[in-house]
C-alpha cells in the first residue's frame, strides 16, 4: 500500500506543480518579436560567419574587417590544436607547446591569411581533429568552393636512443600538400605515448 501511495502522490505534485514556473520575460525583451525557423534541411546548408561565433561585447575591431577574421580564425586554430592532443598528452607537454608550438600555428594561419586578402571572409577552420592515430589538427578551406588552402598534421616519429617526438607541420595546396612545412617538435617520452585526443 505505501508503494502505491507514493506513486500517488508523485503524480499529484507533478500535476499541481506543473505550470507553476514561468520564465522572466525581459530576458528576450530585447530580441525582434518573430524569428524565422529554419528547416534541419537549410540548417545543413547554411554557413555560419566567423564573426557569428565571437560575442559581440568581445569584438575589438569592426566585424567586417580581415583583422577580426584573422584573429577569429587563428584562435579557432589553436583550439583545434589544444583539442588534438587530449589532457594526457596536453598535461606533459602544455608549457613547450604554448612556447614554440601554439605562436608557431599562429604565425602560419597569419601569414596564409593575410596572402588571401579578399578571399578571408569565406575561409574556415575544419571542426574535429582526427582522434587516435590519425594526423589531422585542422584544415584551413575556402568554404564556397570546398577547396582546401592549408593542412595542418602532427606526426609521431620515434627516434631510436632517443624516443617518441610530435612533429607539427602544415601542407599548401600550393604544392599539390606534398611538401612538409615544418612548425616545430615536442618531445615526449620512450615510453609510447597515448592516442591522441586521449
Do not use: C
Not at 506543473?18 to 530576458?27: D, E, H
Amino acid at each position: 500500500m505505501k508503494l502505491w501511495f507514493r506513486k500517488v502522490s508523485v503524480v499529484l505534485v507533478a500535476i499541481l506543480t506543473l505550470g507553476l514556473y514561468i520564465p522572466p520575460t525581459y530576458a528576450d525583451a530585447e530580441t525582434p518579436a518573430k524569428k524565422e525557423v529554419a528547416s534541419p534541411k537549410e540548417k545543413e546548408d547554411t554557413y555560419i560567419p566567423t564573426e557569428a561565433v565571437i560575442p559581440e561585447e568581445e569584438l575589438t575591431l569592426e566585424p567586417q574587417s580581415n583583422d577580426y577574421l584573422i584573429d577569429a580564425l587563428t584562435e579557432r586554430a589553436k583550439e583545434q590544436a589544444v583539442t588534438k592532443l587530449g589532457p594526457k598528452i596536453a598535461t606533459k607537454v602544455e608549457d613547450e607547446f604554448a612556447a614554440v608550438i601554439l605562436p608557431g600555428i599562429e604565425e602560419v594561419i597569419t601569414s596564409l591569411l593575410e596572402e588571401a586578402e579578399e578571399e578571408v571572409p569565406y575561409y574556415e577552420i575544419s571542426e574535429q581533429p582526427a582522434a587516435g592515430y590519425g594526423e589531422k589538427i585542422f584544415h584551413l578551406s575556402d568554404y564556397r568552393t570546398k577547396e582546401e588552402i592549408a593542412r595542418f598534421d602532427v606526426r609521431r616519429e620515434k627516434r631510436p636512443g632517443e624516443g617518441y617526438w610530435f612533429n607539427f607541420h602544415y601542407h599548401l595546396s600550393k604544392d599539390g600538400f606534398e611538401k612538409h612545412h615544418e612548425i616545430g617538435e615536442l618531445y615526449w617520452d620512450k615510453n609510447t605515448p597515448p592516442k591522441w585526443m586521449a
